[in-house]
């Protein structure tokens, strides 16, 4: 009991810490003068007379939602805490690579057409592709683990041999209840055939409800049932506590500024890309140039760095020149510390469908990025992380369609092998567009990833009938190369609430 | 029984081929006995012309109504959207009624169009209201693109005054002859860009008027970055959407063509501009489709040997306006990608479901009202018939902006018109 209540109050005791540093706690405090204004707050009952005006003014409702957003990413007390280092050297590095000023006011005309202006590509290869980081942790193993020689049933048979734990399906309708059958869903009870008047229209209703309420957890709990396409970027900006305060936007044309006087050996990396990703993309072809965008201010972004403290990576380190190895001139190469991989601006393409303000669209991606995506191309035992997400999926497989799973093992064609890019993307340019959005409704609503794996396991469940009857790697690849027709709720609801296990 | 359909093209078009030979059609020579003919606008012409035109027969189907340029023609179609906007007011019709400023509530929907040069001193007129704007030059007769220009000062189209003061009996060769709009400089731009829509509209009758709407249309985007400065008027990149013409730009891709499908542009304008605003653009654009084709039946040759399936082009300002820019009579069955190619064999198999009943040999003097079942990807647009049927009045309440109750909202099985919200 003591030990918990003393870890309860050192949590507390870091949040307040955090948010004293925000820009929230000065408007508290602004706030608080200036009501001493008014006539209902009395010099005998003072705190409580302010506590009542926050109440009122929603101004507790922000505190809330703010304790709220840090609670999200507070990290497991397992997990190592990197400590951020917001450096200056970056700028110093970045000032070393300055461009001339013709080129800054050319490339400043040409910031909105960045699509056209890259930099020759040919030489440029991307740094590492989901493939290659597929070996990485196929080879990760945990020295204290004894396997064992003989093989038994519980011989895990997939690619990932590192003993996490996962859940199995009965702890998945737990942790996924909302999406059971008798709940309503957007993706299900909202199709042509059902009347409005049976779920979407309440549904909606709640919706509008919560947004005027602008409480946080409240829209994270209504969104696990889906959010109405007219809600969803609002739902979405209050739940990641996004709001467009003029600091935000003026930090955002900062970094633009940035990006129009310095250059960046990673912004050849980004323009490669987006161009063979997104630019090919039949749904996001369109915002090419945003994504130049926000990906180039977002690889400059320092803030990002404080993502370390709960990610177990660690940013890469670059030395100047001639003083390898010594640490007083390390810097964070690229400045927020992320590398980006082949596919990386798929992350930030779907958002465009629902911000077309580019600051608001950078926040959003920036907070997806250090609250989600970053789990899944870094190493970590957290349960949202890839390798958990990888060796969920296995198991699932494993367990609940063991004939399927051993036949595609003995094509030589492991699953993992076919569903890993579609889970390092959260499924990004795999799904279509407004079953994407449905999907990634729910990991804001679950606060979780792990349904990408489930989805993945369900996704192989469905076309189990002709994976049956391929007999290579290239074949199952083939069954499984077009998903842009499926429909992620009822997948996910037959597979974790309608089959026999 | 009597047989397979006989078929006869002028256009070796894949798509239209491969959906004949799959329903078993045999495929013949014009001078034959045929049963459909598929043919490009230069063939119309020749069958229904006083001199090199003959009578079809009862089992014999085209796909041109004989005047359809009376739609298609940029001239014609606006000429006739004026004539039956003019008619209205004279009726008292509210659907005829003006604002403060003398514009039109519900039929403006062409931007402010003359016929050059026939009406060039009206134009002048125009131009100099406001002398900073900025006007698109299209020849009447040609597509793609072809011939078109934009112009900001009148010293730019000087060619077409000489003939104003003439009288009006002077015949002017139809290659010469131009329309002259005003430019919507402010289109809806997404990733910064402009782009248009496409639609594919059928039309079985024009009286009673029997259209269908195809679901699937698209979006066509520029390559190029949208800007309304006058030092890129010349840029067709930057201002005409046809395919014809982007497909030459530096940036075009062949993978998805520059094509966004309009359920894309439905999430799109849902999630950024709310469910309503969204609703109410393509309830506009359902309705200016009907309105145009309801303003050329009344001189359309309502032979009834003929169905006809347009290619409309629409483009929404970045007020969610959509305005009619024109109808095509042949719109494109080449195909840019294997979207497209998907899309457009889909187009012309259910255009043919229609047409022609369960795949048999054809008998004009059926009544034109397929089943559900047949459908496919269109749905009803409009149906004369059955909204007479239902009362006239009611569409005219509607438009006043009255509430809509419960049959207004989203159309849910394709058997209901689409238009129930404004009926």
């Given amino acids: 009991m003591l030990q918990e209540e003393s870890d309860l109050s050192l949590i507390i005791a870091q949040i307040v810490q955090k948010l004293k540093g925000s820009n929230l706690y000065a408007q508290l405090e602004r706030q608080a003068w200036a009501s001493l204004q008014r006539p209902e707050i009395k010099l005998e009952s003072l705190k409580e007379d302010i506590k009542e005006f926050f109440k009122i003014s929603g101004w507790e409702k922000k505190l809330q939602n703010a304790v709220y957003s840090e609670l999200s990413v507070f990290p497991l007390p397992s997990h190592p805490a990197a400590p951020p280092e917001h450096l200056k050297e970056p700028l110093v590095y970045m000032r070393k690579a300055q461009r001339p000023v013709g080129e800054q006011k050319e490339l400043l005309n040409k910031w909105n057409e960045m699509g056209t202006d890259e930099p020759d590509l040919s030489l440029f290869r991307p740094v590492y592709a989901p493939k290659d980081f597929l070996e990485v942790l196929i080879n990760l193993r945990n020295p204290n683990y004894e396997n064992g020689d003989s093989l038994s049933f519980r011989t895990h048979l997939g690619l990932i041999q590192v003993p996490l734990k996962v859940k199995d399906i009965p702890e998945l309708k737990e942790l996924f209840v909302e999406l059971g059958l008798t709940t309503g869903q957007l993706g299900i009870d909202d199709s042509t055939q059902v009347p409005p008047e049976l779920f979407e229209n309440e549904h909606v209703r709640i919706g509008q409800k919560v947004l005027t309420e602008q409480d946080s957890a409240a829209a994270q709990q209504y969104i696990r049932q889906g959010s109405p396409t007219a809600l969803r970027a609002e739902l979405w900006a209050l739940i990641l506590n996004i709001s467009s305060h003029p600091e935000d936007i003026l930090y955002y044309e900062q970094l633009k500024t940035n990006v129009i006087q310095h250059d960046l050996l990673v912004d050849s990396l980004i323009y490669k890309d987006v161009k063979l990703t997104a630019s090919n993309d039949d749904y996001y072809f369109v915002f090419e140039d945003y994504l130049y965008q926000v990906l180039l201010c977002f690889s400059r972004d320092t803030s990002v760095l404080s993502h370390f403290a709960y990610n177990s990576a660690s940013p890469p380190k670059s030395y100047i020149r001639g003083k390898l190895g010594l640490e007083e001139y390390a810097v964070f190469y690229p400045p927020n510390g992320v590398i980006p991989f082949h596919g990386f601006s798929m992350y930030v393409a779907p958002l465009c469908f629902l911000y077309h303000e580019p600051s608001k669209l950078y926040q959003i991606f920036r907070e997806m990025y250090v609250r989600f995506f970053f789990r899944l191309h870094s190493i970590s035992s957290h349960p949202s992380g890839i390798v958990s997400l990888c060796l969920l999926f296995e198991t699932l497989l494993q367990t609940y369609l063991p004939q399927l799973f051993y036949h595609l093992r003995e094509i030589g064609a492991q699953p993992l092998r076919i569903s890993f890019k579609w889970m390092v993307r959260a499924f990004s340019g795999y799904l279509a567009t407004d079953q994407l959005l449905l999907l990634w409704d729910r990991i804001l609503g679950y606060n979780s990833l792990e349904i990408l794996a489930v989805l993945a396991a369900a996704v192989f469940a469905f076309r189990a009938v002709n994976l049956m009857e391929v007999t290579s790697l290239a074949a199952a690849e083939a069954v499984l190369a077009d998903l842009s027709t499926l429909k992620v709720m009822p997948l996910l609801q037959i597979f974790l609430f309608a089959t026999v296990t | ?423």
């Fill in chain 2, 1 to 423: 029984m009597a047989g397979k359909v006989k078929w006869v093209t002028d256009m070796e078009k894949s798509v239209l081929i491969n959906n004949f030979e799959k329903r078993g059609w045999v495929q013949v020579t014009e001078n034959e006995d045929w049963n459909f003919y598929w043919m490009s606008v230069q063939t119309i012409r020749n069958v229904f012309s006083v001199e090199t035109g003959y009578r079809l027969s009862d089992d014999q189907i085209v796909n041109h109504f004989p005047n359809h340029y009376e739609l298609t023609r940029k001239d014609l179609m606006v000429k006739n959207i004026k004539r039956y906007r003019k008619e209205l007011e004279k009726e008292g019709s509210p659907l005829a009624e003006k604002d403060e400023s003398g514009k039109y509530l519900y039929l403006d929907f062409v931007p402010i169009t003359y016929m050059l040069p026939a009406d060039y001193n009206l134009f002048v007129e125009e131009f100099r209201k406001s002398p900073s704007s900025t006007w698109i030059m299209k020849p009447c007769g040609k597509a793609q693109g072809k011939g078109i220009f934009l112009i900001n000062k009148l010293s730019q189209i000087k060619k077409w005054s000489r003939d104003s003061k003439t009288s009006s009996f002077v015949t002017q060769s139809t290659k010469e002859a131009y329309v002259i709009s005003l430019y919507i400089n402010n289109p809806l731009l997404i990733g910064g860009r402009k782009f248009d829509l496409r639609l594919y509209v059928l039309v079985s009758t024009y009286r009673p008027l029997r259209c269908y709407m195809y679901k699937l249309g698209f979006c066509r985007f520029c390559t190029v970055k949208y800007t309304p400065s006058t030092s890129e008027l010349d840029n067709m990149f930057v201002h005409l959407t046809n395919v014809a013409i982007q497909k030459h730009g530096e940036d075009y891709n062949h993978i998805h063509g520059g094509k966004w499908t309009v359920s894309n542009l439905r999430l799109y304008l849902e999630s950024t501009r709310g469910k309503e605003v969204t609703s109410r653009l393509f309830d506009e654009i359902h309705w200016i489709i009907v309105q145009s084709l309801k303003a050329v039946a009344p001189v359309m040759n309502n032979d009834k040997h003929c169905f006809e399936c347009y290619g409309y082009d629409i483009i929404i300002d970045d007020k969610l306006k959509p305005w009619l820019i024109e109808v095509n009579a042949s719109p494109s069955l080449t195909s840019s990608t294997a979207n497209d190619r998907i899309l457009k064999y889909n187009l012309i198999n259910d255009t043919l479901n229609i047409a022609v009943p369960n795949g048999e040999i054809p008998d004009c003097k059926w009544n034109k009202s397929p089943p559900k079942e047949v459908l496919g990807n269109y749905e009803i647009l409009y149906d004369e018939e059955l909204a007479q049927g239902d009362g006239a009045d009611r569409e005219l309440r509607s438009r006043s902006g009255q509430s809509l109750g419960p049959k207004a909202s989203r159309l849910r099985d394709a058997g209901r018109t689409v238009l129930t919200t404004w009926k």
